[in-house]
């Protein structure tokens, strides 16, 4: 491909918008462009790197038993009426009516219409196992997109769905799957972990994501400085502490604690540390009010209380409402005198207090020589705080760390959430219906090609891997006549015949430019032919991943390129 005709608008300002190095460099590079919120189109060279991720995936899920289909991108509503789903689904789902006022969505995910595509083919055991997936545009309402492809309302992605006869046959594909994705995210040449994940609104009981590892990452991964655990932070898990044994503790007693409306200026005020305080959160729980006991220095995991609670929507608690159940403003809230009015969700860590401090719900006061265990309401006692770096793993007794990673994919174990629902069954060798065992394994395509910019740029540009750059050779003549442009020349037509995927920079440009260019978009390998040829027939050689270039002779390049393609 010559330059001149290459659609690659490189631009040299940072766009006002993006925020994320990737969003950045896409646009600047000229790989995308912005349609509306959270939407784009992938322009030529965007294009090729994602058909590149596509074809390691396909390899990988062909090796590993999957088999290729494509299925509507319109969803009839019926069938996730069917599983449970349409209600309680979200914002997220992109609903619509046909001219014939008929409900569907534009699909985030296909666990319904894979089923329902199944359990109409399917009768017999000798049927199973089975794999199936697709590559395909996915639609998601996000309430605020952002990041450019990271997190947008349409993006591509392939799902593959297996179908076993049982659960030892499901673990048996789950695997299979967790192999494939390692080879998909090692082919690509990105640094990932893998880590234990909650299954969210796909459901299931057991799921793993893999994280592409990168500072601008949205998930907190927590990991083991020891052992081999990994999780999501969502997930994430620290040693559980020791309930409080110790001597007996004076009844509370209120203390006067003017100002002191927050666990810092309270903490601050004692003179104590804010973990020997206890905060009191009131959320909204599908529009049921409750009562969160957390130490003081612990901020709340929402996916560990949203899965303890079974609910689909969790927000703050209004303020009239909590007025209402307290009868105080935020800032002194107690749970003490609420029992029967709220139920109250007690972190394990609260039970490992001795004499602490609590609010009074009374402006102004707070209760001390307060001891969880006999003073406050325990409905529920759980690990509902968000883990940090430097907490104790709960395998080992190692300290816990943390790094930011991006999920590229993740993997369900789905059992027969949707089988039951749906009535996927199969006929089994003593003539009685099964219910079919399932996974889901999904890889976000256009997300995978932005977390590779995330991990792999430097101040200049993109830095590709060779297995999924758009090209991997760029040959920047420094003139655009005579012998210089003679070389060039040659050199592309040779590199053509011989299946190097190879730009020829032909523009009437500064060779300071066409190298901004180069570096910003990323090729791996750059040859300029300038002034050393027509000295010594000598060409410049630069990998994009190193600072220096090294000089070849001409008839050197191929060879060269061979060496750093293989």
């Not at 790094?403 to 069954?425: C, D, H, M, P």
Request: aromatic share 8%.
């Amino acid at each position: 491909m010559k330059f001149t005709n290459l659609m690659a608008p490189t631009l040299r300002e940072v766009p006002a918008e993006a925020e994320v190095i990737s969003h950045k460099l896409l646009v600047r590079a000229g790989f995308i462009r912005k349609s509306s919120a959270g939407i784009y189109t992938y322009l030529p060279l965007a294009h090729r790197v994602l058909k590149k991720i596509e074809g390691i995936i396909r390899e990988e899920m062909d090796a590993a038993g999957g088999q290729e289909i494509l299925m509507p991108i319109m969803q009839p509503a019926e069938l996730w009426l069917e599983s449970g789903r349409w209600d309680v689904y979200g914002g997220e789902l992109m609903r619509f009516k046909d001219r014939h006022d008929r409900d569907f969505c534009l699909g985030p995910t296909h666990e319904e219409l894979i089923t329902d595509l199944v359990r109409g083919e399917l009768s017999s055991w000798r049927q199973l196992p089975i794999m199936l997936y697709q590559i395909q545009d996915k639609f998601r309402d996000e309430r605020r997109p952002r990041f450019g492809l990271m997190r947008g309302r349409e993006f591509i992605m392939k799902d593959l769905y297996s179908f076993d006869r049982d659960a030892a046959g499901m673990d048996e594909s789950y695997k299979a799957m967790h192999r494939a994705y390692c080879n998909v995210f090692s082919r690509c040449g990105l640094e990932y972990r893998i880590v234990e994940a909650d299954p969210g609104a796909i459901g299931g009981n057991h799921s793993h994501e893999f994280m592409v590892l990168a500072e601008a990452g949205e998930a907190e991964i927590i990991y083991c400085s020891g052992c081999s655990y990994a999780a999501d932070g969502e997930i994430a898990t620290s040693k559980k502490p020791e309930a409080y044994e110790g001597p007996e503790v004076p009844p509370y007693e209120l203390i006067e604690t003017p100002g002191a409306n927050t666990i810092a200026s309270l903490a601050q005020f004692l003179h104590v540390g804010e973990d020997q305080l206890v905060k009191t959160l009131f959320y909204q729980a599908d529009g049921q009010v409750v009562c969160i006991l957390l130490r003081g220095d612990r901020e709340l995991n929402e996916i560990k209380l949203k899965n303890a609670i079974g609910c689909y929507e969790l927000a703050m608690a209004d303020i009239p409402d909590v007025v209402a159940i307290t009868g105080c403003q935020p800032g002194y809230l107690s749970p003490i005198g609420l029992a029967g009015k709220v139920k109250v969700y007690v972190d394990e860590e609260v039970m490992a207090l001795g004499a602490t401090v609590a609010g009074a719900n009374r402006p102004g006061y707070h209760y001390g020589n307060v001891l969880p265990k006999r003073d406050f309401p325990l409905d529920v006692v759980g690990d509902f705080r968000q883990v940090a770096a430097g907490d104790v793993c709960p395998f080992c007794g190692k300290p816990l760390m943390s790094a930011r990673g991006i999920e590229a994919g993740q993997i369900f174990k789905l059992g027969t959430k949707y089988s039951k629902a749906l009535n996927l069954v199969y006929t089994d060798e003593k003539g009685e219906k099964q219910p079919v065992e399932m996974g889901c394994y999904g890889i976000g395509v256009s997300r995978t090609m932005a977390a590779a910019v995330e991990q792999c740029n430097d101040k200049d540009g993109i830095v590709w891997p060779v297995s999924i750059a758009p090209y991997h050779v760029v040959i920047v003549p420094t003139t655009a006549e005579g012998p210089v442009w003679d070389a060039a020349l040659a050199l592309y037509q040779d590199l053509m015949k011989e299946g190097v995927e190879a730009v020829l920079d032909d523009r009437d440009e500064r060779a300071g430019v066409k190298f901004k260019d180069a570096d910003l978009i990323g090729y791996p390998i750059r040859i300029t032919v300038g002034k050393k040829f027509t000295e010594s027939r000598q060409v410049e050689f630069k990998k994009r991943w190193e600072q220096e270039a090294e000089t070849l002779a001409l008839d050197e390049v191929k060879a060269k390129i061979k060496e750093v393609l293989s």
